[in-house]
């Protein structure tokens, strides 16, 4: 599907949050930030994505070719690296995965209001900021309903991303499979980066190959490969037959 050198270094075991237990959600946002490992492993992704030129703008999309790759998990252990330094980027991670969220459960905030109040109702954006840590952002999907899914086809979303753009540095959008879904191919009309995220052990190669073609047939650009959980050296050359 790419090159080797489009490849992005995988996370092997997932995210790894550490904080201080036993305050309910809020202290767990309060103190929500990445093992040390962890840590390592996403800084390294983010410069991948970010610092080599592949992506061409400041705003990317993650989708998982299939249900479980672990995409939300890949997007919140992005946005949490440096996050509480001072003098870092400004992150927004964004949850725009209306089928399963999952961004709300990883990092102990509120499912709503959000994301689909804010394309709805008109909601003012500010107001659905939940703050986990000085320079990161995070905007939940908010109450999904099936009428949720008619905001893919409204004209709000460019406007959203362009006022989010005005305000962080980078932004990052969860959304939902590729393949069983149309949600990534239509927001990559706006979002044109996206990262792919495979689980290394379960996801066929045809897999790959065919979210690869959809987010390209919406007119979006796959600047990377994750392979989630991987336990074991894979040689370049079945890398480049991707």
């Known amino acids: 599907m790419t090159e080797m050198d489009d490849m992005i270094e995988p996370s092997d075991t997932g995210m790894e949050l550490s904080g201080s237990g036993g ?9 929500a930030q990445l093992s040390k490992r962890s840590e390592e492993l996403f800084r390294g992704m983010w410069a991948s994505i970010f610092y080599s030129g592949r992506a ?9 070719a299939s249900r479980r790759e672990g995409a ?3 997007a919140c252990g992005l946005s949490l690296v440096d996050s509480d330094i001072a003098g870092a980027p400004r992150v927004a991670l964004v949850d725009f995965n209306l089928r399963f969220p999952a961004v709300h459960k990883l990092l102990g905030l509120r499912q709503e209001p959000g ?27 908010g109450a999904v309903t099936p009428s949720s899914l008619d905001v893919l086809h409204s004209n709000a979303i460019a406007t959203l991303f362009q006022r989010l753009g005005e305000s962080y540095d980078y932004i990052l959008v969860d959304t939902a499979a590729a393949n ?6 239509v927001l ?25 073609k959809r987010i390209e ?5 796959v600047v ?14 079945l890398y480049r037959r991707l």
Do not use: C, M, W
Not at 23 to 31: D, I
Not at 224 to 237: A, E, H, K, Q, Y
């Open 23 to 31: 305050g309910g959600a809020a202290a767990a946002v309060a103190h």
């Open 56 to 64: 061409t703008g400041k705003t990317v999309l993650l989708s998982g």
């Open 72 to 74: 939300s998990t890949i």
């Open 115 to 141: 994301l689909a109040e804010a394309l709805t109702q008109g909601q003012d954006l500010k107001s659905l900021a939940q703050k986990v840590n000085q320079n990161l952002d995070v905007f939940t999907v």
């Open 180 to 185: 069983p879904y149309p949600d990534a191919q």
């Open 188 to 212: 990559a009309s706006v979002v044109k980066d996206v990262v792919l995220v495979v689980h290394s052990d379960q996801t066929p190669r045809e897999a790959v190959a065919q979210a690869k």
């Open 217 to 221: 047939a919406g007119g979006g650009r």
């Open 224 to 237: 990377g490969l994750v392979l989630n959980l991987r336990t074991f050296p894979i040689p370049n050359f």
